[in-house]
């Protein structure tokens, strides 16, 4: 595996350098290519509802919540690592290196130390770094995903593609009390970000999918992810009225992809649906329930940290529906609010043959909007915070 990856790469790394795709890396890939190019090339906004960040949203300060843990994992990673490997692994936490991930399954752009080159000890510590930031159903969750892509591997034949330890981890700043710093996974179906500054973490993009979502054969037979938020969303789409439903539901299909994708750091998303002081008690509880879902892949004391926020911007928060809704058809649900955005889908196959959405290809992605994706507007605090200091030094 590892010699069929590195002559792979050398291929990636060539169309990384801006030189042309060769043939067979045209379509997706190139059309991948040349939408990072387009976003990188733009200063970084966040994704707003109108083009406008709404300010005043986010705050430095301190939350009670150590992050000790993840500092000592990542510091034991790279203490795992020689020189030259540590050096690849390595950026600056002000790099544009977070935001070049893509879910695309060829190595388009990646970056970091990889999984599959690490010898045991060094892939357990940089699995590591994701037990100590994830909750136990976090990490769970991006495990179940990785050995998807292990079965992915299995029914196609292309290892070279699709494997367990195809996945970057990178290390942006140096691990600190008091100096923004973070860790980025990039890989297929699993993209998770998480920048720390002080004690607060924002751990978005996050993006979690799977193709296919169950295996009944093979190496991890018996492996199932995303049932509960499509079970969740599904329960309170049934749950509501006729009059809710025509303000929830607002297109009768699917897009083919979560508008808030690799290189939409930017992306313009109107709110839409129905609004949850529209809902009624029951419901309401349903739709935190949703949201919980997805906050609770971080750390428990960092997730009722986000959970306390997103309750503070209730009713400025959006569900809407977009596909079936009874029988076993495929759906797309979104949660929206000024500091959290929820997109679940329905996708076609890709390694698989199935040209129409089905509920075996699944996408969601989690942001942060009107600014803090990447904690950048923390980050840049933090900034005008030391630049002020250090006039009056």
Do not use: C
């Amino acid at each position: 595996m590892a010699t069929r990856l590195r002559d792979y790469n050398v291929r990636v790394r060539a169309i990384s350098s801006g030189r042309k795709f060769p043939e067979g890396l045209s379509g997706n890939a190139s059309r991948m290519f040349e939408n990072s190019k387009t976003s990188l090339a733009e200063d970084f906004k966040g994704v707003t509802s109108d083009g406008t960040v709404v300010p005043g949203l986010f705050s430095l300060g301190k939350t009670g919540q150590g992050t000790r843990p993840i500092k000592n994992a990542v510091n034991a990673f790279l203490a795992s690592l020689d020189p030259q490997e540590r050096d690849a692994a390595t950026f600056p936490v002000d790099g544009d290196e977070w935001r070049k991930w893509s879910n695309i399954h060829i190595f388009l752009m990646r970056h970091g130390a990889v999984l599959d080159e690490m010898n045991s000890v060094q892939r357990d510590l940089a699995l590591g770094v994701l037990k100590a930031s994830l909750s136990s159903k976090g990490y769970k969750l991006a495990r179940d995903i990785m050995k998807l892509n292990y079965a992915i591997g299995e029914i196609t034949g292309k290892f070279e593609e699709y494997d367990e330890w195809l996945y970057w981890l990178s290390i942006m700043g140096t691990p600190s009390d008091d100096e923004p710093w973070g860790w980025q996974i990039d890989g297929h179906h699993v993209i998770i970000n998480t920048l720390i500054v002080g004690d607060q973490l924002v751990m978005t993009p996050a993006f979690l999918g799977s193709e296919p979502v169950a295996v009944y054969d093979g190496k991890y037979a018996g492996t199932h992810v995303f049932e509960e938020e499509e079970t969740a969303g599904l329960k309170l789409a049934l749950s509501l009225s006729k009059d809710q439903r025509s303000k929830a539901v607002i297109s009768d299909t699917v897009p083919r992809e979560v508008f808030t994708t690799a290189y939409r750091d930017n992306f313009e998303l109107k709110y839409e649906g129905i609004r949850y002081d529209e809902l009624a008690g029951d419901q309401q509880a349903m739709l935190l329930d949703i949201i919980g879902l997805y906050v609770n892949v971080t750390r428990p004391e960092h997730a009722d940290v986000k959970m306390e926020e997103v309750k503070r911007h209730l009713n400025e928060t959006y569900l809407a529906w977009m596909g079936d809704i009874e029988g076993d058809g495929v759906f797309y649900y979104r949660v929206h609010s000024p500091v959290i955005l929820i997109e679940f889908d329905h996708l076609p196959g890709i390694a698989l043959d199935n040209d129409e959405p089905s509920r075996d290809h699944i996408h969601t992605v989690v942001r942060t909007p009107n600014g803090n994706d990447y904690s950048k507007d923390l980050l840049r605090q933090h900034r005008q915070q030391e630049a002020h200091a250090h006039v009056y030094v």
